[in-house]
């Protein structure tokens, strides 16, 4: 496999490279002026991917933070943080947007590059740390370090190839592979195909531990990276189980395959709304979509708060011996939410045997019996049991029982959607949802990790 000629479509270009650098060169140098001008012991680095050269091409986030002592009031640090990137956005005439993460911090676009300017405690490891986005210089120093010469194009490599796998992004919308996550691992590996040819015998609970800490042990998520710079935190905490194996399986097929190529460029998908619906159609299964409006919130918080939402929605009628055969959730992210329930039973007959004690259990039985009468109690196995008429027999009604204001606490819901799924929400058909990309996703799954 020529990995030259991918690399030639993903690498930045000279001229992204030198704007990139002019761009930056400019805000750190405003910046510490700004900082020198004030007296404050302050420094500002530029960090992530453009500053380890592992940026691909079109992802060049600027990320610059401004380092403060460790001493330095919180308070401050905030106000002096934001005050400082105020006056940078107007120097450079853009518009602040306000983001948080451990504290606020600001996002901009200036020349078309998205820049972030964060305010940071100087720390020299991580046990020194106030903040989480502390560790950011950490990391990049860490990784400017390690990665050899060569490295940062396996990087690349590994980062385009989970992107095009639908596993590349710690956020928690997708729940993958950060590129830090990316680095460490080429760092360990050595190229990219060597990490791919390891991870296909990856077991749950696969430990990477660079500077031998010792202290995977604490963990127990599906991929275990100790951070080089602080041995209490696992780089691939906030990789979904899902994720990991997708990324394993699409390895194994990219090693047996014959277009290899393929696996660094986007699905060539023509979608067709009318042949998607036909698709449905023919699964020969019920579905239930279910509308609402979403708050004002981060995606950061809006993402989870909606997985949360359609999983607790999932095991609720499937323990009330519903077949939820599939589910899934898709956003706009800027005014609704589509639940989209896919079952393989969505009827029930109207009774169902309610399970008491085990007959042997002499006291928790004569109960069982008070409380239903012994004569429509019986056996069945080992159990007393009785038979009552089902509360709800189709699976539409349950739901619209839970979205009330009375019995929303069924299931655990995102707490600030709440509110707008009481309000708002109602059932729609499957072609009232915005998204051809979506409905095609939720019917062919497997698409994106074979070629």
């Known amino acids: 496999m020529d990995y030259n000629l991918i690399l030639n479509d993903i690498k930045p270009t000279m001229d992204e490279l030198n ?3 002019e761009v930056s060169s400019r805000l750190i140098s405003y910046l510490q002026n700004l900082c020198d001008g004030e007296n404050l012991n302050a420094n500002v680095a530029l960090v992530g991917s453009v500053a380890k050269n592992t940026a ?18 919180k308070k401050f640090l905030k106000q002096k943080g934001l005050e400082l990137a105020h006056k940078c956005c107007d120097e450079f005439k853009s518009t602040p947007e306000h983001h948080f993460a451990s504290h606020p911090y600001v996002t901009t676009h200036i020349n078309d ?5 964060v305010p940071c405690y100087a720390i020299e490891d991580g046990s020194q740390l106030k903040s989480a986005v502390d560790r950011t210089i950490l990391h990049t120093r860490y990784v400017k370090a390690n990665l050899k010469e060569g490295q940062e194009d396996e990087v690349l490599l590994l980062k ?12 928690f919308k997708v729940g993958g592979f950060a590129g830090y996550l990316c680095e460490l691992l080429i760092i360990h590996y050595g190229t990219f195909e060597n990490t791919l040819k390891k991870a296909i015998n990856w077991k749950f609970g696969h430990s990477i531990d660079l500077e031998n800490y010792g202290t995977s042990k604490q963990f127990n998520d599906p991929l275990i990276v100790i951070d080089p710079t602080d041995e209490n935190r696992n780089v691939g905490a906030a990789l979904r189980l899902e994720k990991l194996a997708e990324f394993i399986q699409s390895a194994r097929n990219y090693i047996f395959s014959d277009n290899k190529k393929d696996y660094f460029y986007p699905l060539n998908r023509d979608l067709n709304k009318e042949e998607i619906l036909n698709e449905f159609k023919l699964r020969n299964s019920k579905f239930i979509a279910v ?27 499937n323990g009330e011996e519903f077949n939820v055969f599939k589910a899934d959730y898709w956003s706009d992210e800027i005014l609704n939410c589509v639940i989209l329930l896919e079952m393989a039973s969505s009827t029930l007959n109207d009774v169902k045997v309610n399970v008491g004690p085990k007959v042997f259990i002499n006291q928790a039985c004569e109960n ?11 056996v069945q196995g080992d159990f007393l049991v009785h ?65």
């Open 291 to 317: 509308k609402f409006n979403i708050p004002d919130i981060p995606l950061d918080t809006l993402h989870p708060q909606l997985r949360k939402t359609t999983e607790a929605l999932e095991r609720k009628l």
């Open 387 to 451: 038979t009552q008429k089902r509360e709800f027999s189709d699976a539409k009604s349950l739901i619209e029982h839970i979205f009330t204001k009375e019995h929303i606490g069924l299931i655990k819901v995102g707490k600030n959607l709440k509110k707008n799924i009481i309000n708002t929400y109602k059932f729609i058909d499957i072609d009232e949802i915005g998204s051809e990309e979506f409905l095609d996703d939720f019917i062919n799954p497997g698409q994106y990790i074979v070629r």
């Open 368 to 378: 069982f019996v008070a409380k239903y009468g012994r004569e429509n109690c019986y």
């Open 160 to 171: 385009r190839f989970m992107a095009m796998t639908g596993t590349y992004g710690s956020e």
């Open 19 to 21: 704007q990139l650098n």
């Open 113 to 117: 590059f998205e820049v972030d300017i």
């Open 56 to 73: 691909l091409k079109g992802k060049s986030d600027i990320d610059i933070f401004i380092a403060f002592p460790l001493d330095t009031d």
